[in-house]
């Protein structure tokens, strides 16, 4: 079983602070995917990356895929109480066929 | 477009009884995920459905069954529940072929078994 380890797995910053979030494995991934999750939903899809070394930015966040598709790391910038919620990295194995293997998972408090 | 929807949203259960779980699939979506979620941990893969026939299963034991009809949606069904089984479960919706990994998430089920 491929595992997907989150660091951190809480984090409670300031308003307006910046903060970066790890997702890495041993595993190497076809395509990683970031979810967003507040409490009494489902996860919501924020983002996919598929390239090694690709980078997306959505508004504030920034999401990269590491180089050898093993890991990839979450970077918001001047958080916001919005961006509260449990960040959930996600990936489809080598070879895989849609099952989604979900990290441990990080729980961000913004504090106003 | 119609997301993913699940019912019911809460549900208490006695160890030893049997529940079912059902979803609706996003429109335009001919595959059925189920996870489970424990509290305050990731969503772990429970199986997958695609064209009715069960598409993969994660490590969990045959007391977890599921269906899935000819308009897509689908049920889950756990027997001979134990207190572990409290959970969020959740069901994903996708496309299969082109992005079909990306994966649409119902709001989910809250089990707790007593």
């Known amino acids: 079983t491929q595992l997907l380890e989150q660091s951190p797995q809480f984090l409670s910053i300031q308003e307006g602070e910046n903060l970066t979030v790890y997702c890495n494995s041993s595993?190497?991934?076809?395509?990683l995917q970031w979810y967003r999750q507040e409490p009494g939903e489902g996860p919501v899809l924020l983002v996919t990356?598929?390239?090694?070394?690709e980078v997306k930015k959505l508004k504030r966040l920034t999401f990269q895929f590491g180089d050898a598709r093993k890991d990839s790391s979450l970077h918001i910038t001047a958080a916001q109480p919005g961006d509260t919620g449990l960040y959930l990295c996600?990936?489809?194995?080598?070879?895989?066929?849609?099952?989604?293997?979900f990290g441990t998972g990080t729980r961000l408090t913004i504090i106003p | 477009e119609t997301g993913v929807t699940q019912s019911p949203t809460h549900l208490i259960k006695t160890r030893g009884q049997q529940v079912t779980l059902r979803c609706s699939s996003q429109s335009g979506h001919n595959t059925v995920s189920w996870y489970q979620q424990a509290l305050g941990q990731g969503p772990q893969f429970i199986f997958q459905y695609y064209r009715e026939e069960e598409n993969g299963r994660g490590n969990f034991p045959p007391r977890f069954s599921g269906l899935q009809f000819p308009n897509y949606s689908s049920e889950l069904n756990v027997n001979a529940l134990e207190l572990d089984d409290s959970a969020l479960y959740l069901c994903?919706?996708?496309?299969?072929?082109?992005?079909?990994?990306?994966?649409?998430f119902g709001p989910g089920t809250r089990l707790t078994v007593t």
């Open positions: 990356v598929v390239t090694g070394g």
């Open positions: 996600a990936g489809v194995p080598s070879g895989g066929n849609e099952k989604l293997t």
């Open positions: 994903a919706s996708s496309r299969s072929g082109g992005r079909s990994y990306e994966q649409y």
């Open positions: 595993s190497v991934f076809s395509s």
